[in-house]
T-cell receptor, first 112, second 117 residues
């Protein structure tokens, strides 16, 4: 597994964009970047994943740098319900058994 | 709707007692996982199973046991050998991880919170 580094906490004003960074400097060529979030006392929820191209879905956008050593999850218009712990994970996609590892993530607080 | 169901949501155990946490999925996923989460911490892998009738130890398997007799079910038993079982337990499932180009994410249940009386 490539190790990821995330800031322990961030805050954001409601209605503004939340930009959550993740460093994964040891990522290898076939490893994807995944983002999940966990609202208190619930299971983690999948948000988005990507390999090298930027990705967007109804929940968020994922921007991966050209060298793939870091990425940013963007919540374009944060709401109070986006307050959660956000996990950035990298894992391989070919061959072998591969289990994601969840660190402590970033605790995002969206305030009014 | 497809998903993962964990039961019960809250569970209390007496000292020296074994308890079993249920995890059922109707996503037709081959792989299933159990994680433990302590307050303010990330998720630590207890056991995982890539296919029926097979399972592997994760990072913290001591004091736990599992079975995988059916594709849909992956129960976790917390035995009396687990000295500090109070935690939040999460079950997940995914398509098989051993296929080439497998990049599909895990899906999680809403957890079981286990406490010692």
């Amino acid at each position: 597994d490539a190790k990821t580094t995330q800031p322990p906490s961030m805050d954001c004003a409601e209605g503004r964009a939340a930009n959550l960074p993740c460093n994964h400097s040891t990522i290898s060529g076939n490893e994807y970047v995944y983002w999940y979030r966990q609202i208190h006392s619930q299971g983690p929820q999948y948000i988005i994943h990507g390999l090298k191209n930027n990705e967007t879905n109804e929940m968020a956008s994922l921007i991966i740098t050209e060298d793939r050593k870091s990425s940013t999850l963007i919540l374009p218009h944060a709401t109070l319900r986006d307050t959660a712990v956000y996990y950035c994970i990298v894992r391989g996609a070919s061959g072998g058994s591969y289990i994601p590892t969840f660190g402590r993530g970033t605790s995002l607080i969206v305030h009014p | 709707d497809g998903g993962i169901t964990q039961s019960p949501k809250y569970l209390f155990r007496k000292e020296g007692q074994n308890v079993t946490l249920s995890c059922e999925q109707n996503l037709n996923h081959d792989a299933m996982y159990w994680y433990r989460q302590d307050p303010g911490q990330g998720l630590r892998l207890i056991y995982y199973s890539q296919i029926v009738n097979d399972f592997q130890k994760g990072d913290i398997a001591e004091g736990y046991s599992v079975s995988r007799e059916k594709k849909e079910s992956f129960p976790l038993t917390v035995t009396s050998a687990q000295k500090n079982p109070t935690a939040f337990y999460l079950c997940a499932s995914s398509p098989p991880q051993f296929l080439p180009d497998s990049n599909q994410p895990q899906h999680f249940g809403d957890g079981t919170r286990l406490s010692i009386l």
